[in-house]
Each structure stands twice: as C-alpha cells, then as structure tokens.
C-alpha cells in the first residue's frame, strides 16, 4: 500500500502560481511512477504531468505544457508539481496517484491521494 497526501492548494489570480505537493507513505515511492491528475467541476479527471521513478522522465498534457513542471524527491518521498501562468480553466481539484510505470491513462494507476482544490480567479 502506498498512502498519498497532496497539499499546496488554494486561490490565487490568474497569472499566479502555486507549488503542489504530495507526500508518500507505505511502500517504497522511488519504485513507482507519479502522476498529476485534476477534475474540474462537470468533468471528466484528466491527466496533467507524470514523471517516471527516477525522476529522469515527464509527460505533460499539452494543455500545460510550458506552464507546469512536475518533479520528485526520493529522499524526502514527495512529488511537486510547479504550476506557473495559471489560468481560470486550470481551477479543478488535483490530485496525485501512483503506478508501476509512467503513463497517462487513470487505470493504469494503482494508488490516489484525496485531492486539493485549486482555484484561479480571472
């Protein structure tokens, strides 16, 4: 079992930036894939950034490419994901999960955190 917490979230003006975080617990985190996903209200969750275990290797959705950068820090078992340039549309709850492998489809994920909510007001 792997536990995730994710933190960093809050309001902020369009622009802005915010620095997400989210803490591993249980099994060892330097053997998994991470990834950032995010559900805006009325949506479907979609992937935004994953990063493979050694942190060597991203993805990111084209929708915040240039504008996120997910990174990771083994010794201290925590995934970041830097969001800069923030826009309205990236207002969702986002959350952190956990795979074998990188990948960008939900199902091959294995382990979620409970979310954080992100607002950026216009």
């Known amino acids: 079992q792997v536990q995730l917490v994710e933190s960093g979230g809050g309001l902020v003006q369009a622009g802005g930036s915010l620095r997400l975080s989210c803490a591993a617990s249980?099994?060892?985190?330097?053997?998994?894939?991470m990834g950032w996903f995010r559900q805006a209200p009325g949506k479907e969750r979609e992937f935004v950034a994953g990063i493979n275990w050694s942190g060597r290797s991203t993805y990111y959705a084209d929708s915040v490419k240039g504008r996120f950068t997910i990174s990771r820090d083994n010794t201290k078992n925590t995934v970041y994901l830097q969001m800069n340039s923030l826009k309205p549309e990236d207002t969702a709850v986002y959350y952190c999960?956990?795979?074998?492998?990188?990948?960008?489809?939900?199902?091959?994920?294995?382990?979620w955190g409970q979310g954080t909510q992100v607002t950026v007001s216009s």
């Open positions: 999960a956990a795979a074998v492998g990188l990948a960008t489809g939900q199902n091959r994920y294995d382990y």
């Open positions: 249980g099994r060892t985190f330097s053997g998994y894939a």
